[in-house]
T-cell receptor, first 112, second 115 residues
Framework: AQSVTQLDSQVPVFEEAPVELRCNYS??????LFWYVQYPNQGLQLLLK??????LVKSINGFEAEFNKSQTSFHLRKPSVHISDTAEYFC??????????FGKGTRLSVIA | DGGITQSPKYLFRKEGQNVTLSCEQN?????MYWYRQDPGQGLRLIYY???????QKGDIAEGYSVSREKKESFPLTVTSAQKNPTAFYLC??????????????FGPGTRLTVL
C-alpha cells in the first residue's frame, strides 16, 4: 500500500524568509506526485506535479519541488514567502489506477 | 465556467437525520471522489466512482452511501449510522480515473455540523 508522510504539521516562518515543507512517500511501484494548497474554508488547488522528466518542477507563484527517488521524497520549497502563502499544503501520490493518497497536511503560517 | 459545484456550503442537521450533500461537475470527467477532512487528519477517502453506475468504497465508507446515475453528479448521503458526521466534505473529479497523470480537481466543500 502507498502512504505519504508530511513530517511537519505546522511551519511558522517570517515573511520573505525561505521555507521547505517536507514530504516522503512509500510505494512499491512508480508513482506520480502532487502538491495541493488549501486556503481557509476552500477546496484544494493543484500547486504543482511531478509526472516524469526533470525532477525539479515549478509553480507559477514561485514554489518548486524536487523529486528524489532514492530518498522517496518530494519536498516543497519557496525562497521567499509572502503573507498570502499562508495556507495548508498537502502532498499526494498517485500510484496507478487508484485514487490519490494524501498526507495529513502542513499548515504554513507566514508572520509579518 | 467549468468546475465542480458543491451545495450547500454550510449544512446543519440534527443527530439521527440522514443528509445528502450535492456534487455536480461540468468538466466531463469520468471519475469522481468524496473525501472527508478533519483537523490534523488530512483527507480521507469515503467513496469513489470511475464510471457511471459504478462506485467503490474508500477507507472510511461506513455510515455513508453514494449513487452515480449521471456522469456529472455524485451525491453523498451521510446516514444516521455515521457516528461522528461533523466534518468538512470535499468532492473531486478527474478526467480519466485510470490514468494517474490526470489532475484531480476539487469543489469548494460543504461543512456539515450535526447538532
Amino acid at each position: 500500500a502507498q502512504s505519504v508522510t508530511q513530517l511537519d504539521s505546522q511551519v511558522p516562518v517570517f515573511e520573505e524568509a525561505p521555507v521547505e515543507l517536507r514530504c516522503n512517500y512509500s510505494s512499491s511501484v512508480s508513482v506520480y506526485l502532487f502538491w495541493y494548497v488549501q486556503y481557509p474554508n476552500q477546496g484544494l488547488q493543484l500547486l504543482l506535479k511531478y509526472l516524469s522528466g526533470s525532477t525539479l518542477v515549478k509553480s507559477i507563484n514561485g514554489f518548486e519541488a524536487e523529486f528524489n527517488k532514492s530518498q522517496t521524497s518530494f519536498h516543497l520549497r519557496k525562497p521567499s514567502v509572502h503573507i498570502s502563502d499562508t495556507a495548508e499544503y498537502f502532498c499526494a501520490v498517485s500510484p496507478g489506477n487508484t485514487p490519490l493518497v494524501f498526507g495529513k497536511g502542513t499548515r504554513l503560517s507566514v508572520i509579518a | 465556467d467549468g468546475g465542480i459545484t458543491q451545495s450547500p456550503k454550510y449544512l446543519f442537521r440534527k443527530e439521527g437525520q440522514n443528509v445528502t450533500l450535492s456534487c455536480e461537475q461540468n468538466l466531463n470527467h469520468d471519475a469522481m471522489y468524496w473525501y472527508r477532512q478533519d483537523p490534523g487528519q488530512g483527507l480521507r477517502l469515503i467513496y469513489y466512482s470511475q464510471i457511471v453506475n459504478d462506485f467503490q468504497k474508500g477507507d472510511i465508507a461506513e455510515g455513508y452511501s453514494v449513487s452515480r446515475e449521471k456522469k456529472e453528479s455524485f451525491p453523498l448521503t451521510v446516514t444516521s449510522a455515521q457516528k461522528n458526521p461533523t466534518a468538512f466534505y470535499l468532492c473531486a473529479s478527474r478526467s480519466r480515473g485510470a490514468l494517474s497523470t490526470d489532475t484531480q480537481y476539487f469543489g469548494p466543500g460543504t461543512r456539515l455540523t450535526v447538532l
